[in-house]
């Protein structure tokens, strides 16, 4: 940063874990202050430094940096005491200081001998995350008034027929009374209530005015600009402006009181308006609230309820994962009388292979397919803080099983234990969200309080998340009923330009990047959805019914087909491969709400995984995965440039794949002796979506020749063969459970003739940059490569098993030889027998370990590895053995800095294990990181 010269810095060490850039900044304003000879110029800028680090600790607002870097160089840096070099490097200094609180805080405390504290703010937890203008522009609008938020999001799962809708007309006052005969649902069924002061719930329909009116009722007005008519002189929305170069512009959010009284008086005339008007002026005023006994007032602290009724057949879960998040609470039912290996039978024989589930597949199968997918697509990897319990398991059919109620409740418990211990064992995560209070119901019965509990023991659940009772901007009210009048009119998918015109309509509309903001939030808290990709941030989806639709025209019969595109169709039938003329005739037999539509279906399809189309390296770059695109382009070998010309546009439907391989040993475990080794890609969390491997086939289609047998494709239900260089090699893919196996064969006479090396190693490229790329649209970056770990399964097997024989790749970056606990006798496999083809760069890196480094890590260690490493940043600290949730803690308090972060971490390390903390450790435990950013 500066020093009393402008030169650079001296770059000491980091003791205590302290970050390094912040010990530079120290430094240099420390040199700074010694050599001001003036007092009123050293008093000066102490204030200025001070008001901006207590601005970027605490408060956040955007004119503190302006006017105080305006005060610096009207009145310091202008002035004989500092340079023109010095003057940039302090305006440097102060924007480093406003953008890294924990940096300011250091400095303060050094430099100053001031403790500033933490920082308050009433973001919610999972915007911490976002980037510092979206931070910026919530905290701004909250100023403007605010209130709690109090909203359920139930999702009730389970197999077909376990009684779903049924317990949900039971919940639901108005379904209740009305004896209403459930029928099956098809795709969701969502149901919005009010959460009443009895605890029961009702549909909200006839509510909606009493709903928004309490709620602006309930809030803290701070601001007459939120929607008041009034002329307030006093009041000034100043537009701030950079005065620096390095600043980066923030859009004002806020419009001339004069443009907010005309708007508001066009609406004056709306229920709504009339309502609210007196509420806000009257608060301002600080006078009584006004008289609002005219309004049906029947709700409780405007708590609301959306009841998601999910479809049980397996047809159907292929879908269901884009609608979890973690902010819900979920209902997992479970029908008593059946047995975990039952096998689930449904009108469809292979109905199972929708969901990547088998044929045969088991009650305990599916219970084990739904923790693992709320696990999975809640979002849990990527929190900040500690999981709290948010699934509720529920048995049904109390009336059909047999014994008194105490043996009854104990048989309930008995069954998720069981069901528990087997589909996870004792240590697993998914555990963690496991409340510990089940129920059993009689669906049969509506008047049993056990329903009445069960909401009382859901509000209670929902009321411990930490994001229950979070700040929302009330000035975001208006938009939100816009929104519920667009359902009720029946919409179900928004153009962005239908979004401009409902919130220009408004009384006060959000203003540029807010509105984007506030249709973000409204996603996560799962009311729409909106996704912010070029491909799908000019669609906001309101009804998720439309979804399902869309889902189903691929898997319908469609009748009359025209002739000219029966070859197209055959590959559909039997490849799962979706040629452009196939797509375009389902759409236009499709419902107009569907093919009207079909550019939007199919980027939706796109990113539901319902279909998947094979990566091009022009996607990977839009993708932001800077890692994938550098040695995709550095790399000529790249096995990713042999594309195959036949199926260059294209997508894959892996539902229509239903055909199940041969016996899989045929494969797997070819009786040919010129074969690698088996690659395995290992999920951590002991849980993978099927469509993972459907995808990852599709590239491989789009990449290699689908390989033949006789005239067969061989093309199966969770396994795929590819040519490579014209037959010679042959590439098989497969999966069960949560791994994703690849192993190469080499036909050829010439005994002397070995396995290309470049070849494999650009084909494990292709395969697991492809995952990685699939992972990260469910967790988020830089945390996807702890997604899955890399296996090399034991080369003496003679044939491949399921899980057996399993030696960590990144194990032998430590070790030069790993025992095998599968075969018979027990043996050890070395390194080189384990890497020689898959990993052949990393073999060479790994024996050339230098064993004079086996000496204690010193700062000048920590900050020179700090600054060198680069995209497996995150992968590094796992490797020296924090966990997940205290990188995502440093992660956070270090603002993404990544230097500073990996600086933070290895201190943590050195401090931890001591003596063991040798820069020998250090080094292994980068390159064993490496191996998720390069061959």
């Known amino acids: 940063m500066i020093d009393a010269e402008g030169t650079q810095p001296i770059v000491g060490g980091g003791g205590d874990g302290i970050e390094p850039t912040a010990i530079e900044v120290a430094r240099g304003l420390q040199r700074v202050k010694e050599n001001i000879n003036d007092e009123n110029v050293k008093k000066d800028l102490q204030d200025i430094i001070s008001k901006i680090c207590h601005g970027s600790v605490q408060e956040r607002s955007h004119h503190i940096l302006t006017e105080n870097i305006r005060s610096f160089v009207s009145n310091l ?36 001998n001031e403790d500033i504290g933490e920082n308050e703010t009433d973001v919610p937890k999972d915007l911490e995350n976002m980037d510092e203008k979206a931070i910026e522009i919530y905290s701004r609008a909250l100023k403007d008034g605010e209130e709690e938020i109090r909203n359920i999001r139930l999702m009730v799962l389970g197999m077909f027929g376990v009684g779903k809708t049924s317990l949900v007309n039971n919940l639901i006052k108005d379904f209740r009374e009305k004896n209403i005969v459930p029928v099956s649902t098809e795709g969701i069924d969502l149901h919005r209530c009010q959460l009443m002061e009895n605890g029961d719930w009702c549909l909200d329909k006839e509510h909606k005015l009493a709903k928004y009116i309490s709620r602006f009722n309930k809030v803290t007005i701070t601001s007459v600009s939120t929607l008041s008519v009034r002329d307030d002189s ?94 819900s609470i979920y209902l997992v039912m479970m029908d008593m009388t059946k047995r975990l ?55 049904t059919r109390k009336d059909e099983m047999m014994g008194n109620s105490e043996e009854k409740e104990m048989k309930k418990d008995t069954f998720f234990d069981d069901a528990l211990q087997k589909a996870f064992g004792e240590d697993s995560p998914i555990l963690t969200h496991i409340h510990n209070r089940k129920f059993l119901v009689n669906n049969l019965s509506p008047q049993d309080p056990v329903f009445h509990e069960l909401r009382k023991e859901i509000l209670a659940l929902a009321e411990s998340q930490e994001y229950w009772g979070e700040k929302s901007p009330v000035r975001w009210i208006p938009m939100e009923q816009s929104l519920d009048k667009l359902r009720d009119e029946r919409k179900q998918l928004l153009k962005m330009e239908d979004i401009h015109q409902a919130n220009k309509s408004n ?39 439309w979804i399902i639709q ?154 290699w020749r689908i390989s033949k047998e006789g005239d067969e494709n061989q093309l199966y239900n969770g396994l795929a063969v590819f040519d490579l260089r014209s037959a010679a090699y042959t590439l098989t893919i497969w999966y069960k459970d949560h791994i994703i196996y690849a192993r190469i064969s080499y036909f050829t006479k010439n005994p002397m003739s070995d396995i290309d090396v470049t070849l494999c190693q650009d084909v494990r490229h292709t395969l697991r940059m492809s995952l990685l790329n699939f992972v990260g649209q469910s967790v988020e970056n830089p945390r996807t490569a702890t997604a899955f770990d890399e296996y090399i399964q034991c080369p003496f097997m003679q044939e491949s098993l399921h899980n057996k024989g399993m030696l960590r790749v990144k194990k032998f970056m430590y070790e030069n030889e790993l025992n095998c606990k599968s075969c018979s006798p027990r043996h050890t496999v070395t390194r080189a027998e384990a890497l020689n083809y898959w990993f052949k760069n990393r073999l060479e890196q790994a024996d050339n370990d230098d064993e004079n480094l086996n000496r204690p890590v010193e700062d000048s260690d920590l900050l020179k590895a700090s600054r060198s490493v680069g995209n497996e940043f995150w992968m590094l600290g796992i490797e020296l053995g924090l966990t997940n ?51």
């Open 77 to 112: 840096g202008s002035s004989v005491h500092f340079s023109l070099n010095q003057t940039k490097q302090i305006i440097k200094t102060i924007i480093v200081l406003w953008s890294k609180p924990s940096i300011a805080k250091h400095v303060m405390k050094e430099v100053y």
């Open 234 to 327: 006093k009041i000034k929305l100043v537009q701030d402006a950079p005065v620096a170069g390095d600043i980066p512009p923030i859009q004002s959010e806020s419009r001339s009181l004069e443009t907010i009284k005309e708007s508001v008086k066009e609406h004056k005339e709306e229920d709504i308006i009339k309502k609210i008007l007196p509420l806000v002026e009257l608060q301002n005023e600080n006078t009584p609230e006004p008289d609002l006994t005219q309004i049906p007032s029947k709700t409780k602290k405007s708590t609301t309820v959306s009841v998601w009724d999910f479809a049980g057949q397996t047809l159907y879960y292929s879908t269901h994962q884009f609608f979890l998040n973690k902010r």
């Open 341 to 395: 290996d039952d096998h689930v039978k449904e009108d469809d024989e292979e109905s199972g292979i929708w969901c990547g589930l088998m044929k045969d597949c088991t009650y305990l199968e599916v219970f084990k397919f739904w923790l693992n997918a709320i696990h999975m697509y809640s979002g849990y990897q990527s929190s900040v803080g500690r999981l709290k319990p948010s699934i509720i398991l529920v048995g």
């Open 507 to 545: 009384a006060h509309p959000l203003v540029g990047d807010e509105l984007a903001l506030f249709l973000d939030i409204q996603h996560r808290h799962g009311n729409i959805l909106y996704f912010n990709t070029n491909k799908l941030k000019h669609l906001i989806v309101l009804a998720p019914q």
């Open 550 to 703: 869309a889902f189903k025209c691929f898997i319908t019969h469609i009748p009359n087909k025209n002739p000219s595109n029966t070859g197209a169709w055959k590959d559909y039938m039997n490849l799962a491969i979706l040629k452009p003329e196939v797509f375009n005739e389902i759409m236009d037999k499709s419902d107009s709400t569907i093919g009207d539509n079909r550019v939007d279906v199919i980027n939706y399809m796109e990113h539901l995984d319902v279909m998947a189309k094979p990566l091009k390296l022009e996607e990977v770059k839009e993708a932001g995965n800077k890692a994938a695109v550098h040695q995709v382009e550095e790399d000529k070998l790249d096995a990713v440039v042999h594309l195959n010309t036949k199926y260059l546009d294209f997508h894959i439907v892996p539902c229509r794949l239903k055909k199940p391989p041969p016996p899989i040993s045929k494969f797997t475990s070819p009786k040919i002796k010129k074969r690698t080794q088996v690659v395995c890609f290992v999920f951590c969390e002991k849980f993978m979506p099927p469509s993972f491997f459907h995808r990852l086939v599709a590239v491989c289609i789009r990449t």
């Open 885 to 935: 949730e205290r990188m995502n803690e440093l992660y956070a308090e270090c603002r993404k800095d990544h230097c500073t972060f990996i600086y933070r971490y290895m201190a943590e390390w050195r401090e931890s294990e001591n003596e063991k903390a040798t820069l020998q450790r250090l080094y292994r435990a980068m390159n064993a990181a490496q191996l998720y950013s390069s061959k």
